[in-house]
């Protein structure tokens, strides 16, 4: 782009000060200095919006003919552009560092995901200081900028009150953030931050709360405050939403309105799907629908319970990925409202990787159960079909469903070697810089490619320099050589993919890709030489159907050169498909903050204690003893809980009785409760867990002493082996979110009355965690991204 005056000197960030230019004088009177001027980026810089939908395959929106009604989408899609090789990493962080950095997800340390990161610069998880962030870059350009919603990018080691947070949302550039860190939440009680401060909902499902309608809320009230304190600021608002990411949680009447929609089967609808792309020209009239992977059966060889809980399943994530699109048109309407819309570069990605499939072939109504290894029979589901969706389920739904929102393609999320892992739905906007409207666009791209789009939009050059520190080269390349012009030729040629050693690479409509591993199956994997690659002329073959790796075999040991030299190029080695290792912190070689500690003391005010941060009770003895003082008899409330609703436990006070509750996944619940009631004064309460071993998950005695005294004692016959929750975390002086048990209420009625001085966890030996199977360390962490 050739320099302007205006942006001459942005490629350093910040902007160096130059000193203003005007006449000295002694006198105030007699000097001449020029106005204050704010930092503004060029004049016509636009405003942006991305919009990034969770887990949502290619095939899902209706704007790509897919079978969910998502009238947002098709908005954008009529006042702008549809693409329809649009390409993310197939997994959730390295999707999102990729997308905010404008370089591949290796490159910027996100090679996977953070709970799972390695020593090697490619999987470590953090973002090095030489990959600045489209919002940095924006915001030192004098763009105002927010998010709101999931942000999944910050290191597992960091996400405490201890920090450090320059890799939190507001280290990452955004101003302003409300939203939850990690990889999922429940949509109707989230675990949730203003900037770097926990918060809670605003109230409960009851009450009519929902994450997906709050974050909109937020995002929408900062663009109103801003748009009227500074209308000639442009602004950069990040949308990025937990849903439709398991757990599945949506309004009722969302639901009802695909009632007997799915009972079809997923066969038919992979079939109807594509006859609809076909009729909207969205994919060629040859293009064949690839076949069903390994474990899903065809849908007529089900049961008629299966079919009947799978089909609800379905139903219910439908209702949700239409009510996520509905809190979307909200947002397009308040830019409108405000009158900014037309000069908004709007971007729309239905999914940060393709549909998810880690529900497991059956689906299930409590994922923890899921993660945790445990199975749950179908006949148990039916009678609770009415409960999906509400909060009283955890659910997602089966593999056969993941597989038809990837329609026409093969495999799913994780799995990046073909496109029903990494190809997803995109549409963007812009009705002042976009001549075209309801067009679709065929060039092939990559998340990567946004960050320099805006850039051109806005006028700025890539930035070499970014507070102090040289830049890696932008990887990406812009997109608006395509806005109006339908036939431009592509310029992103060559594109490597890698997930968990599925791989692959692109290079002129040429796709040689390999499949290493399943997300569903529990098997040892092969060597990576022992890899059966493949061979698609996608441009030909549009949904890579037929393999042609026995008929060119030059052609794809070619393509196969290709990928070492690209997989080189971008820190992709070593590939790495270890379980047990990369579960290991000290083998994988991350931080771990409660590593080789035996005992923890806790304060009032520790709040959000995440699971990976505290000492890890389970499947082991342990004791948790607290001081508290109580005066004037009001002793109620909670002393310290970890989990919540769909597993955890819990020690508390009730009607001046102290007590333990422990919940088994929501379907056993133990108590130990005491037999004296406490009077005024300070009480050294104390529950000792005296664990019977042997398995993961075995049960054990519990008993409650108070001063030393034993004051009652109870069984626990089952315990949670391996997890209580993916969001729920532990609370000193309350239970946020969701309470553990039904025995005190949600919010902040079940807050301690009294005073508590202090609370210690100490742990006895743990003989039999390591017995948990590998494969399900892999499947529990990455069914949490």
Request: charged share 25%; aromatic share 10%; hydrophobic share 35%.
């Amino acid at each position: 782009m050739a320099q302007t005056p205006e942006i001459t000197g942005r490629e350093i960030l910040p902007i160096p000060d130059i000193p203003s230019k005007g006449k000295m004088a002694l006198d105030a009177r007699n000097a001449e200095f020029p106005a204050i001027k704010p930092l503004r980026p060029p004049a016509g810089a636009p405003n942006v919006v991305i919009v990034l939908i969770d887990d949502m395959g290619f095939g899902c929106p209706s704007a790509n003919g897919g079978p969910v009604n998502m009238p947002a989408m098709e908005k954008i899609t009529e006042r702008g552009l549809l693409y329809n090789r649009f390409h993310t990493t197939a997994l959730c962080s390295p999707t999102r560092q990729a997308l905010l950095t404008g370089r591949n997800h290796h490159s910027a340390g996100m090679g996977s995901v953070a709970e799972v990161a390695t020593g090697a610069p490619g999987n470590d998880s953090v973002r090095p200081n030489t990959v600045a962030t489209i919002a940095e870059m924006l915001r030192l350009n004098g763009y105002s900028t927010g998010a709101v919603g999931k942000m999944h990018q910050t290191p597992t080691w960091e996400v405490s009150m201890s920090g450090p947070f320059d890799r939190w949302p507001t280290g990452d550039g955004f101003e302003k953030f409300y939203g939850f860190v990690g990889g999922e939440t429940n949509q109707w009680a989230p675990t949730l931050h203003q900037g770097t401060s926990p918060v809670e909902p605003w109230g409960t499902a009851e009450e009519g709360y929902h994450f997906s309608e709050d974050m909109v809320d937020k995002g929408v009230a900062w663009l109103r405050g801003i748009h009227t304190m500074t209308p000639d600021k442009p602004f950069f608002l990040y949308t990025t939403f937990g849903a439709t990411h398991a757990p599945h949680h949506v309004p009722k009447e969302y639901i009802e309105k695909y009632k007997g929609k799915f009972d079809k089967g997923w066969d038919a609808v992979r079939e109807e799907t594509l006859t609809n792309m076909k009729s909207k020209g969205l994919v060629p009239p040859n293009t064949e629908l690839t076949g069903r992977p390994e474990g899903v059966e065809a849908w007529d060889d089900l049961s008629e319970t299966q079919k009947k809980v799978y089909a609800r399943l379905m139903e219910v994530y439908a209702g949700f990925a239409e009510h996520t699109d509905a809190q979307v048109m909200r947002l397009i309407e308040a830019l409108e409202e405000i009158g900014v819309y037309d000069d908004t570069l709007f971007i729309y990605i239905a999914g940060d990787n393709g549909a998810s499939a880690e529900g497991g072939l059956d689906g299930t109504f409590n994922e923890l159960m899921a993660l945790n290894g445990i199975p749950q029979e179908l006949q148990d589901v039916l009678p609770r079909l009415d409960d999906l969706g509400g909060p009283k389920a955890f659910n997602h739904y089966p593999v056969g469903w993941a597989h038809a929102m990837n329609s026409p393609y093969q495999w799913t999320k994780q799995v990046a070697s073909h496109f029903g892992g990494p190809r997803n739905g995109m549409a963007l906007s812009w009705p002042n810089g976009i001549e075209a409207k309801g067009e679709i666009r065929q060039q092939f791209h990559h998340v990567i490619d946004i960050v320099p789009t805006i850039l051109e939009a806005a006028g700025l050059p890539e930035p070499y320099m970014v507070n102090g520190v040289a830049q890696k080269p932008i990887e990406g390349g812009s997109m608006a050589y395509t806005f109006d012009d339908p036939d431009a030729e592509d310029r992103h040629v060559t594109q490597y993919f890698e997930m968990f050693g599925n791989r692959g690479i692109y290079h002129e409509g040429w796709t040689a890709v390999t499949h290493h591993s399943t997300p569903w199956l529990s098997r040892q994997w092969p060597s990576f030489d022992e890899d059966q690659w493949e061979l698609y002329d996608t441009n030909k073959d549009w949904s890579q159907a037929r393999d042609l790796s026995k008929e060119m075999p030059d052609k794809l040991r070619e393509l196969q050169q290709l990928f070492l030299i690209e997989a080189s190029k971008y820190n992709v080695f070593p590939l790495d498909d270890r379980t047990y290792e990369r579960f290991n912190p000290a083998i994988a070689g991350r931080p771990d903050l409660p590593a080789g500690r035996t005992t923890m003391t806790f304060y009032p005010g520790m709040t959000n204690l995440m699971e990976m941060t505290v000492l890890n009770i389970k499947n082991r003895s342990h004791t948790i003893t607290a001081e508290v003082e109580i005066s004037e008899g009001n002793a109620d409330g909670v002393i310290l809980a970890q989990g919540g609703r769909f597993a955890g436990w819990s020690l508390y006070v009730k009607d001046g009785i102290a007590k333990y509750a422990y919940n088994w996944f929501d379907a056993a619940y133990y108590y130990v409760e005491a037999t004296e009631k406490l009077s005024d004064g300070i009480f050294n309460i104390r529950y000792h867990f005296d664990f019977d071993g042997g398995q993961p998950g075995a049960g054990g005695t519990g008993a409650l002493y108070i001063n030393d005294k034993k004051v009652g004692e109870g069984r626990v016959e089952k315990t949670v082996p391996f997890i209580f929750s993916a969001d729920e975390t532990m609370d000193v002086g309350g239970d946020l979110a969701l309470p553990v048990t039904d025995d005190y209420p949600e919010g902040e009625k079940n807050q301690f009355k009294g005073t508590i001085h202090w609370v210690r966890i100490d742990l006895e030996d743990d003989d039999v965690s390591h017995l948990e199977p590998e494969e399900l360390k892999y499947r529990r962490t990455l069914a949490r991204q």
